[in-house]
């Protein structure tokens, strides 16, 4: 169950039964009642702004609106008191029967608690990583992969339909940058010598293997021939290599893909023609000379009459050039191709996670995606600040074989899969990241990773140990829930339940609004309840998970127990993390 929704349900069938008898006005739009937590504990356990969003519409004040609504909802089932405050707020205090009675929901659903439908098989399409095919992975690769993977995950579990996508940016100057790079470890692989590495192209040695395996295949073909005829093929070759790098890299992050989908092979089937030509047919693009950039001028600006779609009609700042100046695409008019294509495919909502350096690009995006879909589809743009990878305080120094950075495997091999999955999602996207290896491993309270774990092994150390001392005791989740719970009486523990009751309100409520760190922020939150009901029972015998002499007040705990490593079990499955059995 959902407490949040439940009540919201009730206060909404309230409404239209009073409307209905002609104590309110018909047809009141309902779509903004909410509940949530009241800021302060002694305030209740649900509030709702039913009365200050209805009163305008019902013509009547905030207050005497939630008085009527408190006085309905005080005879409801479980509602101790239904009290108004401030503004127009009602406040329900709930029976400790019907917060004990959640232990049962989340025994039965198990690991499956908090899923929803929710989003009622909405598509959304998810885009990330989608880092320019040129090397592998670094760390700053790995906040976007993990953030975009676990708000897929959360997605999912909150009941809408996902496509995971990468889009292969292997069209430009970055990868004839690459096959250039290529070439020159291909000849380095044949006994050439080819001195420094020159600028602008890719120094990493991971490119010798690339270079290695060109000679390997192709001999000597390559040597003589002028770039005209290479250039082609090379940059296919060494798009595929890089490819293989990264979905490696992916696999050993646990990221996959349902789609990956090549920019290349998208210009060359025509997608940037037919894009523009839907915006052509709605008036939407025009030759026109730009003014200059604010502030000072690049010194190769120059006035000059440019093809430009009108961004400003959609939000932007100025109208946006759709080519460069020798004629071809600006890299602009292929990512709207890209998005009408997403658009065409049956996605009317996109998610775009990208990096710190793609902030400024984002007004143009979402006014080209209104554009060409007629305003149809909306587009949310998650940008990822940067990750700032430390020793012990100290920054990390690039790697040589990446040549210019730390490669995500280098990290992963270092402090695991999991951990790195975790911390990326320990602070908002819009956040810079300082990730430490040595923090990233300790065993204290201040690692975040350690003490959700932790939480989880202590539960499940609780249960080893009560099979132990309870030899042939039914123990399943099934069998505890039931069992009688009313024995949890202490505060802390019901505190402990009201935390895993919310559950399903954090995974909808974090699907709506795209924001997977929250799960991480509820995980340390529970986790922190757990450990408080623990470090509790150390200084209070009669509150120890195991009572002896009292088997009904030890199974009662002990469902709550299981209740706390099903929703942390939970929790850590929507970021792809495995939860520990024992802490090591």
Request: hydrophobic share 45%; charged share 25%; aromatic share 8%.
């Amino acid at each position: 169950m959902n407490v949040f929704r439940h009540f919201r349900n009730l206060v909404v069938g309230e409404i239209d039964a009073m409307s209905k008898a002609g104590e309110l006005p018909a047809a009141l739009d309902t779509s903004r009642i909410g509940f949530e937590p009241p800021r302060e504990r002694g305030h209740g356990d649900l509030a709702t702004n039913a009365a200050m969003v209805l009163a305008k519409q019902a013509g009547m004040k905030p207050r005497d609106l939630a008085e009527i609504l408190a006085g309905k909802l005080a005879s409801k089932e479980a509602v101790l008191r239904a009290e108004t405050a401030g503004p127009g707020f009602v406040n329900l205090t709930l029976s400790d029967d019907f917060w004990r009675a959640r232990l049962a929901d989340i025994l039965a659903a198990g690991v499956d608690y908090g899923r929803s439908d929710f989003g009622r098989g909405r598509r959304v399409n998810v885009e990330y990583v989608s880092t320019n095919p040129t090397g592998p992975l670094h760390i700053a690769h790995a906040r976007g992969a993990v953030i975009g993977d676990a708000l897929a995950s959360l997605l999912e579990m909150a009941g809408f339909e996902v496509c995971r996508e990468y889009y292969i940016n292997d069209a430009g100057g970055q990868v004839d940058a690459l096959a250039r790079s290529t070439h020159l470890r291909y000849r380095e692989a044949l006994g050439g010598s080819i001195g420094p590495i020159p600028e602008g192209l890719y120094p990493g040695e991971y490119l010798k293997d690339v270079g290695a395996a060109l000679a390997a295949r192709d001999g000597t073909r390559w040597l003589n021939e002028p770039e005209s005829a290479w250039l082609p093929v090379i940059r296919g070759f060494s798009v595929d290599a890089m490819m293989t790098l990264i979905r490696a890299d992916l696999d050993l992050l646990g990221v996959h893909f349902d789609v990956f989908t090549s920019e290349r092979a998208l210009v060359e089937a025509g997608g940037v023609e037919r894009a523009l030509e839907t915006l052509s047919q709605r008036d939407l693009i025009y030759v026109g000379v730009l003014e200059p950039p604010k502030g000072k001028a690049p010194e190769d600006w120059e006035p000059r009459p440019q093809t430009l779609f009108r961004a400003t009609r959609f939000g932007d700042d100025v109208d946006r050039p759709l080519k460069k100046s020798d004629g071809s695409w600006a890299y602009f008019a292929g990512d709207i191709a890209y998005h009408l294509d997403k658009f065409r495919r049956g996605f009317p909502v996109m998610i775009d996670v990208w990096g710190a350096d793609h902030a400024g690009y984002v007004k143009r995006m979402k006014a080209a995606v209104t554009a060409i879909s007629d305003g149809q589809a909306a587009l949310d743009i998650k940008i990822c600040q940067l990750v700032r990878l430390m020793r012990a305080g100290q920054p990390v120094k690039m790697s040589k074989r990446a040549g210019t950075f730390v490669a995500l495997r280098e990290v992963i091999d270092e402090v695991g899969r999991d951990v790195v999955r975790f911390i990326m999602l320990t602070r908002t996207n819009d956040a810079p990241l300082d990730f430490d290896l040595v923090a990233a491993l300790e065993q204290s309270r201040d690692n975040p990773v350690f003490y959700v774990q932790y939480a989880h092994a202590r539960a499940r150390s609780v249960l080893r140990h009560a099979a132990e001392a309870m030899p042939g005791a039914a123990l399943s989740p099934a069998a505890l829930a039931a069992h009688s719970t009313r024995r949890l009486t202490d505060s802390a523990e019901l505190d402990l339940i009201k935390t895993l009751a919310a559950w399903p309100r954090v995974v909808e409520t974090a699907a709506e609004v795209h924001e997977p760190h929250r799960i991480a922020f509820y995980l340390h939150e529970a986790a922190a309840a757990f450990h408080a009901l623990w470090n509790k029972g150390k200084d209070d015998s009669t509150l120890r998970f195991l009572v002896s002499d009292d088997p009904e007040v030890t199974l009662a705990r002990l469902a709550l127990v299981q209740a706390v490593a099903i929703v942390v079990a939970s929790g850590l499955r929507v970021f792809g993390v495995v939860p520990v059995e024992e802490m090591r």
